[in-house]
């Protein structure tokens, strides 16, 4: 099974609000990520977990949070919405460094 | 930092007609890039369409093919005879081997009318 689920596939959020959202694969891959996309622009690394350990980009860094309890689940967390952050969030995962990467269908976040 | 243009679309091609989507990158950190195009069809995820780690040489999957031209920082996607089923989003994207962050561009529609 080579799928990258993300949970849930809409998800409408209230400016101020705090936002979970949800990925998990079952290939054992040691690399977790989390992409923005918005209309028209590339899709933007926001972080990636290595096994355990988070690495956020540095321009996105105070805005996300994510936690990864064991290998298969990684969440991405903003503690207060904006109208910003409203775009689809695509999860990845990799077996290794430099490998392909495996996308779920994405979370479109809207911010109202 | 490291950036990838590509095509801007949509592009629209009749079934059977020839395409290229180009693609150039800049890969200011990275001296010898590894080149992909992802693809993401409608109601599916970005998936890998075809990969290359070698600059001169090409890259084929699915009928579409794409060689890593270092001189011209290049890596075009092309495919001879597209079919209505080709019809999707393609990124261009870079990376580096043993690195982490892959670099995308903004991707292409293309639009294949029957």
């Known amino acids: 099974d080579t799928t990258v689920k993300q949970n849930p596939r809409y998800k409408l959020a209230r400016v101020g609000k705090p936002v979970n959202l949800i990925c998990s694969q079952t290939m054992n891959h040691d690399t977790m990520y989390w992409y923005q996309k918005k209309p028209n622009q590339a899709p933007k690394l926001l972080l990636f977990?290595?096994?355990?350990?988070?690495?956020r980009e540095a321009d996105t860094f105070e805005k996300f949070q994510s936690s990864r309890p064991n290998n298969s689940f990684c969440s991405l967390y903003i503690g207060s919405a904006g109208l910003e952050y409203s775009a689809m969030y695509l999860c990845a995962s990799s077996r290794d460094k430099g490998e392909r990467l495996f996308f779920g269908h994405g979370t479109k976040l809207s911010v109202l | 930092g490291d950036s990838v243009t590509q095509t801007e679309g949509p592009v629209t091609v009749s079934e059977s007609e020839s395409l290229i989507i180009n693609c150039t990158y800049s890969a200011t950190s990275i001296a010898y890039p590894n080149l992909f195009w992802y693809v993401r069809y409608p109601g599916e995820g970005l998936q890998l369409l075809l990969k290359v780690i070698t600059a001169g040489q090409k890259g084929s999957s699915r009928g579409f093919e794409a060689t890593y031209n270092k001189e011209t920082t290049s890596f075009h996607l092309q495919k001879a005879s597209v079919q209505e089923s080709d019809s999707a989003v393609y990124y261009c994207a870079l990376g580096r081997t043993g690195g982490y962050k892959v670099v995308f561009g903004s991707g292409t529609r293309l639009l294949v009318s029957p």
């Open positions: 977990y290595y096994d355990k350990i988070l690495n």
